[in-house]
């Protein structure tokens, strides 16, 4: 595998961020001892399937244990389809989200959280205090201020033929189900663990609102078939 920083990922998110995860990670990961690709999505159980398969960052002497016993590696270099390409005998899976349920989380963890380092984030792509930020603004401006987090999980794809060419994909709103398809396939546990346990904010988005996720997200909700929330 090519893991070379100059090259992480052909087609790069655009991000308004001098310093961000999407511009050192592919988003890929490849286990050739399980013939197995995961394309990574955010907002979608990554850090519980990371931690799982062992693919977050090395700890402890158990996560040595599922880095080794899966074997997932970032593949670099290479864009989705090629990735796809290059394996096409391995099951591949992600997990997706209803975008505006995906929306609220995010404006949740960037501005109700608490977290220093998500305002921080923040407060560079709007250039201004995180507490003056509210829904609405946050949902115009998904298309023009940009970061991988909101960025459409149509883009983490391998799309070919207007087809998303992924073997399975599981769904946040029925995840415990889903997910036992993977788990089988991967030789796992069928229960993820929870991680990134963010703080429940409720929030009732006006229709102007839903309207402008639907126009981000449009892509997302032809190819995932997500029913239009307007």
């Known amino acids: 595998m090519n893991e070379s920083p100059a090259m992480i990922r052909k087609t790069s998110f655009p991000c308004s961020l001098r310093k961000c995860g999407c511009q050192t990670s592919s988003f890929i990961w490849v286990s050739k001892r399980k013939k197995v690709i995961y394309f990574e999505t955010p907002k979608a159980a990554c850090s519980s399937i990371k931690d799982h398969l062992g693919i977050s960052q090395v700890k402890t002497f158990a996560d040595r244990c599922r880095s080794w016993r899966y074997g997932f590696k970032m593949l670099t270099g290479v864009t989705p389809l090629e ?40 407060e560079e792509v709007f250039g201004k205090p995180f507490e003056t930020i509210d829904f609405p603004e ?17 883009d983490y794809f391998p799309i070919k033929d207007n087809t998303i060419q992924i073997d399975h994909i599981c769904r946040m ?35 102007q609102d839903l309207e402008n996720i639907v126009a981000h997200f449009s892509e997302d909700y032809r190819l995932l078939g997500y029913e239009h929330p307007v």
């Open 83 to 122: 990735a796809i390409e290059m394996h096409p005998r391995f099951f591949s899976f992600t997990v997706v989200r209803d975008p505006v349920a995906r929306t609220i989380s995010n404006y949740s963890m960037f501005t109700q959280s608490g977290h220093e380092f998500r305002e921080q984030q923040i």
């Open 138 to 154: 946050f949902c115009r401006s998904l298309g023009t201020r940009s970061n991988h987090h909101w960025a459409p999980y149509v």
């Open 173 to 207: 709103e029925s995840l415990s189900r889903d997910w036992a398809v993977v788990a089988q396939k991967i030789g796992c546990s069928p229960t993820l663990p929870r991680a990134n346990k963010s703080k429940s904010v409720k929030i009732h988005p006006a229709k």
